[in-house]
């Protein structure tokens, strides 16, 4: 894992724990619409942060 992608992580995580801590209701706040950012942003940053080498050549 890549060091963007851990701290996407991170992010969506501490901001997740933000809206559960803030709202007992289940309302989109900005935490929660900043989790779904960084979460989005972590699998993107997954699949950039991977290095896969296509061989065209079937053996």
Do not use: Y
């Given at each position: 894992m890549?060091?963007?992608?851990a701290g996407f992580f991170v992010l969506?995580?501490?901001?997740?724990?933000?809206?559960?801590?803030?709202v007992q209701?289940?309302?989109v706040t900005l935490p929660l619409i900043a989790c779904?950012?960084?979460?989005?942003?972590?699998?993107?940053a997954l699949v950039?942060?991977?290095k896969i080498k296509f061989d065209p050549v079937l053996r």
């Open positions: 890549s060091k963007s992608a969506a995580l501490l901001s997740g724990i933000l809206h559960l801590s803030l209701d289940s309302i779904g950012v960084f979460s989005a942003l972590f699998v993107l950039a942060g991977r």
